[in-house]
């Protein structure tokens, strides 16, 4: 994947400064490490012990107080330019598709914790769209998760994880997410078709992301090989996975986001149409 470096103007740092609060509202999010901590409260497992903890791959060495005590690396950096990029890139994408309708947000890129309108936002949490401010959240130290302990490496991986998330925000202004009641769970639950139908969103932009010569208009552009990267990052974060993972057996009751076969599957719709009307989830899984 190809994109231009200094783009960043759908970006929100946070990095350096402290944040934190009480908890509250219902983010939504990409069901990775928060999907482990749905299932740990549904099921009274622990199951972020059994993987071993949540350990997050930016710099610990954050300093309270004033962005300009940011201590960071080339490679944050890099990351911070990748995700102001697709950012940038996806919301291109659905002004084009929604035209007017469309409301341009940013992603608040924090360390450890931060405030948000859903309240507060941790590292472990993973990365989440707060539909009450209408921000995507996200720490950076995610997509080494993403790569070591869920074995989804790669750029465009990474990237789908960013489209996934402006996905939400996309259900929020159409009014889609008010159709999934809270603790809605389970195989054909309302819960778990928004979460594919924002998997399938994801691949609405990767088929735009797709076409040639894009770099050179200073957008992203998708190399041979990219989409494996993105589906493989559906699938390892399919329900069904992550609870066999954990506990060695899958519940279809205690379903949250779609199994790793439909997260693939449907991001595989979008991107292969790249027609949002082909994201009809709720049609074909609830009843």
């Not at 659905?94 to 890129?109: A, E, M």
Request: with cysteine; net charge negative; proline share 3%.
């Amino acid at each position: 994947m190809r994109w231009s470096s200094g783009n960043r103007g759908d970006i929100e740092d946070v990095r350096g400064r402290s944040g934190g609060g009480m908890r509250g509202g219902v983010p939504m999010g990409i069901g990775g490490l928060l999907l482990l901590l749905v299932l740990s409260w549904a099921t009274g497992t622990d199951f972020l012990s059994l993987l071993g903890g949540v350990e997050q791959g930016a710099p610990s060495s954050v300093a309270t107080g004033t962005s300009g005590d940011l201590q960071t690396s080339p490679e944050e950096e890099r990351l911070v330019d990748m995700v102001g990029a697709v950012a940038s890139d996806v919301q291109d994408t659905w002004q084009r598709l929604l035209g007017d309708r469309y409301r341009r947000t940013k992603v608040t890129i924090f360390r450890d914790v931060w405030q948000s309108g859903c309240g507060t936002a941790e590292s472990a949490t993973g990365p989440f769209y707060c539909p009450a401010d209408e921000l995507v959240y996200l720490d950076l130290g995610f997509f080494q998760e993403l790569s070591q302990r869920f074995g989804a490496p790669g750029d465009f991986a990474q990237a789908y994880v960013v489209a996934h998330e402006f996905g939400h925000h996309v259900q929020n202004i159409l009014g889609t997410n008010q159709r999934v009641k809270s603790g809605s769970m389970g195989a054909n639950s309302a819960s778990v078709a928004l979460e594919l139908q924002a998997d399938c969103y994801a691949g609405v932009w990767g088929n735009a992301a797709s076409g040639g010569g894009r770099f050179h208009a200073g957008k992203v552009e998708l190399d041979p090989g990219d989409a494996e990267e993105a589906l493989r990052a559906a699938s390892v974060i399919g329900d069904d996975h992550l609870q066999k993972m954990a506990t060695g057996r899958v519940q279809p009751e205690r379903f949250t986001h779609g199994t790793s076969a439909q997260r693939a599957e449907w991001f595989r719709r979008g991107m292969s149409t790249g027609d949002p009307r082909q994201c009809d989830t709720f049609s074909e899984l609830t009843h």
